[in-house]
């Protein structure tokens, strides 16, 4: 398996959602193997804690950004493209899952519409623009990996919106992988389970199941993420990672309901 690192010329890479949690772990391993990485997200003041926290590498611009906005996501990449020319990665990664314990039938419009703008349009609107920077750079092609989840799959209770749109997100990664070949553009998604970070803390203290418990649940390191992005990331443009889960061992996924 190769390192990750990235020889001769940097790489550029753009990061979603990189102020915190899976985007920060991401963002800086790209940054640990030798890429060139835009932090992009709603909060400047995280974006630049997670520069800070870099240790060497390349510096990290910081691009606030609400990917459910069209102007800002065009902002984005034209400031990609004038600072560095090219983008070879897209870690479409920021989301949210919105408010909860709401059951399905209490959810407000306007929640619903958040977590459908942010998590799907938002990644649309991502990498549609990185696709049209893909496409006519030279030299040709890139990768976009989509972060899922293993709520692409099976939803917990009471997450509607969260479960409806990462299902949406695996529809999204097999139409870029389709449409994206001849430009050399390679797609893959990581389905994540349970990694440690500010959105999964409530997992120790115990969180609905199936049945109508409520259960502590495992835990695994971001880190453990970060590597496989990074692995998923440092493949050549002629092998691809379509589909990856990596998830807490011990979590009630396997046979969950």
């Known amino acids: 398996m190769s390192d990750g690192r990235v020889s001769v010329v ?7 959602g990189a102020g ?14 030798g890429w060139s990485v835009v932090l992009a997200g709603r909060r400047e003041e995280a974006l630049a804690e997670t520069a800070r926290l870099a240790d060497g590498g390349p ?22 493209r004038e600072r560095f020319g090219r983008v070879d990665l897209l870690f479409n990664n920021a989301g949210g899952f919105g408010p909860r314990g709401v059951p399905l039938e209490d959810l407000a419009y306007e929640d619903w519409r958040s977590v ?6 938002g990644s649309f609107l991502c990498a549609q623009a990185a696709f049209r920077l893909m496409r006519d750079q030279d030299p ?24 409806a749109t990462k299902h949406a997100i695996t529809g999204l990664t097999k139409s870029l992988s389709l449409d994206g070949r001849r430009y050399g553009i390679a797609c893959g998604q990581i389905d994540i389970g349970n990694a440690a970070t500010e959105m999964t803390e409530r997992m120790s203290a115990g969180v609905p199941q199936a049945n109508g418990e409520v259960m502590a649940e495992p835990v695994m390191d971001v880190a ?6 990074r692995h998923m990331a440092s ?4 092998a691809n990672v379509q589909f990856a889960t990596v998830m807490a061992t011990a ?5 969950r309901g």
């Open 251 to 255: 979590m009630p996924y396997i046979g």
């Open 116 to 121: 459908v703008d942010t998590n799907l349009t």
């Open 10 to 16: 940097s790489k550029v890479a753009v990061v979603t």
């Open 20 to 33: 915190s949690g899976v985007g920060r772990a991401v963002a800086l391993e790209l940054l640990e193997a």
């Open 140 to 163: 040709r092609g890139g990768r976009i990996i989509n972060n899922g989840s293993l709520s692409a799959h099976t939803p917990r209770p009471d997450s509607v919106a969260y479960t």
């Open 235 to 238: 493949l050549p443009l002629e």
């Open 224 to 229: 453990d993420v970060a590597r496989t992005v």
């Open 59 to 80: 510096p990290a611009p910081v691009v606030p950004t609400d990917v459910a906005d069209p102007e800002r996501v065009d902002a984005l990449f034209a400031a990609v």
